[in-house]
């Protein structure tokens, strides 16, 4: 059975940093491309990271490019997600997502694309 567990959310200050990691079981992320998706108040889930399941590349939404890294280690099946310059616009609740699809290349933005979800970790950011 596949799990993800996300930890590392919590309060911050607008300009701040967290780390968000996503732990992973039952499914080897080496062979997998890993998303980090959020959902705001009354908002539609959205795309934020993805880790390719190479480790060699990364795609990010706009909002967030240059601010948040992703990254992963596939010795712990992990992946993670580095915040930076955190602002109000980015409290959400995130998630981490395991694609459906072994070694899958591109697209990865449609959640569609996943098949295991974790419960998420909640970030609040204040101005």
């Known amino acids: 059975q596949v799990q993800l567990v996300e930890s590392g959310g919590g309060l911050a200050q607008a300009g701040d940093s967290l780390r968000l990691s996503c732990a992973v079981s039952?499914?080897?992320?080496?062979?997998?491309?890993l998303g980090w998706f959020r959902q705001a108040p009354e908002k539609e889930r959205e795309f934020v990271a993805l880790?390719?399941?190479?480790?060699?590349?990364?795609w990010y939404q706009e909002s967030v490019q240059g601010r948040f890294t992703v990254s992963r280690d596939n010795a712990k099946n992990a992946v993670y997600l580095q915040m930076n310059s955190l602002t109000p616009e980015d409290t959400a609740v995130y998630y981490c997502?395991?694609?459906?699809?072994?070694?899958?290349?591109?697209?990865?933005?449609?959640?569609?694309?996943?098949?295991?979800w974790g419960p998420g970790t909640q970030v609040t950011v204040s101005s």
């Open positions: 880790s390719h399941y190479t480790g060699e590349a990364a």
């Open positions: 039952g499914r080897p992320i080496s062979d997998y491309s």
């Open positions: 997502a395991v694609r459906r699809f072994m070694r899958a290349g591109g697209g990865g933005r449609d959640q569609h694309e996943y098949d295991f």
